[in-house]
């Protein structure tokens, strides 16, 4: 089996996992971080196996969107062995999945992500922000049934990862202060960083129309 056949079953088994999703981390959202991951490799040395499986699978354990993340990391484990990923590779993929996420970056301990962890959390994260991050953002809040907004509810600041995960203490617009806007400058990637500019202008005009509107201003 070649890489590109293995990466074909790792597109298959994404798919299987992640197509009924309803929170916005849905199979069209693998794609596109997959199609991100894919450009932004160009301009990288990477392993391109590991950083498209990688970008394929993030979300397949997640913990906020899976009942069960040790049954769940224990079957991709066995998945990965079964269509002939390295050991090495599938220790690398797991490791990036595990560590890449906003919520490893708010207990005081950042994790150093290697280059292809570094592609796909960029990626991840691009498609968190501009058009698609709002309505991402929109999406999920309502799929919790989060408050779209309330100006006595001050965005929290220097949270942990229990406290983010929270969902109670949550607006749909504090979600933007607390961590969408924060995004932008905590890419790795030039490429990334250069594509996050016109998403963050995007993202400021759509809530300074909101607040405006919102007031009855406009």
Do not use: C
Request: hydrophobic fraction near 40%; charged fraction near 30%; proline fraction near 3%.
């Amino acid at each position: 089996m070649n890489n590109e056949q293995r990466l074909e079953k790792i597109a298959q088994y994404s798919h299987a996992h992640m197509t009924q999703d309803r929170t916005g981390h849905g199979y069209d959202h693998i794609r596109r971080v997959v199609a991100m991951a894919r450009k932004l490799s160009a301009k990288e040395s990477a392993d391109l196996l590991v950083t498209l499986a990688s970008a394929y699978l993030h979300d397949v354990i997640d913990d906020k969107l899976v009942d069960d993340p040790q049954t769940a990391l224990d079957g991709l484990k066995s998945f990965l062995i079964e269509v002939e990923v390295s050991a090495q590779q599938i220790e690398q993929i797991l490791f990036i999945i595990q560590n890449m996420s906003f919520a490893h970056t708010l207990d005081n301990k950042p994790v150093q992500l290697p280059l292809e962890g570094q592609i796909v959390q960029d990626s991840d994260w691009l498609d968190a922000i501009g058009a698609i991050g709002v309505t991402r953002a929109v999406y999920f809040g309502g799929h919790h049934s989060e408050k779209i907004y309330d100006p006595r509810i001050k965005p929290r600041e220097s949270m942990t990862k229990e406290e983010y995960r929270n969902l109670q203490n949550e607006t749909i617009i504090n979600h933007f202060y607390e961590k969408l806007l924060k995004i932008k400058d905590k890419l790795n990637t030039p490429s990334a960083k250069k594509i996050a500019e016109n998403r963050q202008r995007f993202m400021l005009d759509f809530l300074t129309e909101f607040q405006a509107e919102w007031d009855a201003k406009k």
